[in-house]
C-alpha cells in the first residue's frame, strides 16, 4: 500500500503541471480532479471535470492529463473519466488557488 501512496503522491505532483489555460492555477488546485486511484498494477483512474462543458479545451485537456501521468514512472495504463457532475464551482479550489487567484 505504501508504495500505492508514493506513487499517488508523484501523480499528484504531475498533475500540478497542467493547467487550465483561461485559469492561472493547476487543475489539482483548482479542484478538477474529483477522484485518484493507483490499483495493485499500478494504473490509474483519474476522475476529473472542467469548469465548464463549454470549456475550449475540452477535447485537448483531458488528453493531456493522460501523457503527463503515463510519464510518472511506474505508471502502467491511465484511465481519464470526464464528468460534469457535480458540477465544479469555485469552492472547489484549494486555499493556494483562491489566494493566488485574488479571492482570499
Given amino acids: 500500500m505504501i508504495k500505492q501512496e ?12 497542467v493547467y487550465d489555460p483561461e485559469i492561472p492555477a493547476d487543475i489539482w488546485e483548482l479542484g478538477l480532479v474529483y477522484e485518484l486511484k493507483v490499483d495493485e498494477e499500478n494504473n490509474v483512474y483519474i476522475k476529473m471535470t472542467l469548469t465548464t462543458p463549454m470549456c475550449p479545451v ?9 501523457e503527463r501521468v503515463q510519464e510518472v514512472e511506474g505508471v ?24 493566488k487567484l485574488g479571492f482570499l
Avoid at 6 to 17: G, P, V, W, Y
Avoid at 60 to 66: A, M, T
Fill in 6 to 17: 508514493i506513487l499517488k503522491n508523484e501523480i499528484i505532483n504531475k498533475l500540478k503541471t
Fill in 76 to 99: 502502467n495504463q491511465v484511465y481519464v473519466d470526464l464528468v460534469w457532475d457535480p458540477p465544479w464551482n469555485m469552492d472547489m479550489m484549494s486555499e493556494e488557488a483562491k489566494l
Fill in 58 to 66: 475540452a477535447g485537448s485537456l483531458p488528453p493531456q492529463v493522460k
